[in-house]
Structures are given as structure tokens and as C-alpha cells.
């Protein structure tokens, strides 16, 4: 019998719950890192703002929806960091903020010039 071989998700991801955007994350392995937001969110120890609502507002962490949101190019950290990044600037999360601020509205890859919005993405 053949092996089957396991695929491994990588890009950025969403926790929502009712359709709210709490969090906005990245990983090369998307199913270990749902894993382990489950687990420190059970053992209360998230970071906190995500854990605080999560502790006021949700009965069963089965109610949580954990889907990836965009797929970077690989799985290369330095893309996930800014897929991510850009991600949360954009869609705004209640539960977690950017770790850099962009005042720019338009960005320069080489001679082009691409608007800051989720076109940047298919770069990424």
C-alpha cells in the first residue's frame, strides 16, 4: 500500500467567530498552528485580547472558523510576514494590530507602482 502523502497548507489565515474577523495570522504549516491556537486558547494563555474575547463571548472553540485567506507564492517566512501584515492593515482584526505601520497608500516595487490594497497581494 502507497504512503499518502500529507499536504501542508502555508499562507494567511483568519479566526473569526459569527463572522467576525478576531485575528488575522500567518504559518507554513496552517494545521499544526490551528492546533496550537486551540490549545493555549483552552489554556487560557493567548495573547490577550484574543483570549479576553474569547473567554467573554465563546461557549465552544468549535464555534471558531480557522480558514486560510491567501495562499503566498511559497512558504517562505519573509512573504507570510508580509501578506500577513498587509492583511491585518486591510481587513482590520479586532483582536490583533500590524506590527509595522504603513502611512503609504501606494507602494514601489522596482519602476511600478501598485496601490496599497489587495492587489500587492499576488506578489506575495
Aim: glycine content about 4%.
Amino acid at each position: 500500500m502507497a504512503k499518502v502523502k500529507k499536504i501542508i497548507e502555508f499562507g494567511v489565515y483568519s479566526i473569526s467567530h459569527n463572522s467576525k474577523l478576531l485575528y488575522i495570522g500567518s504559518s507554513n504549516n496552517f494545521d499544526l498552528r490551528r492546533k496550537q491556537h486551540i490549545k493555549k486558547l483552552q489554556d487560557g494563555k493567548h495573547q490577550k485580547s484574543l483570549q479576553k474575547y474569547i473567554n467573554e463571548n465563546v461557549i465552544d472553540l468549535e464555534e471558531l472558523e480557522f480558514k486560510i485567506i491567501h495562499k503566498t507564492l511559497d512558504s517562505s517566512k519573509i512573504r507570510l510576514f508580509f501578506a500577513e501584515m498587509i492583511l491585518i492593515l486591510l481587513k482590520k482584526p479586532s483582536c490583533n494590530k500590524a506590527v509595522f505601520q504603513v502611512g503609504l497608500k501606494y507602494i514601489s516595487l522596482g519602476n511600478s507602482i501598485i496601490p496599497f490594497n489587495e492587489e500587492i497581494l499576488k506578489f506575495l
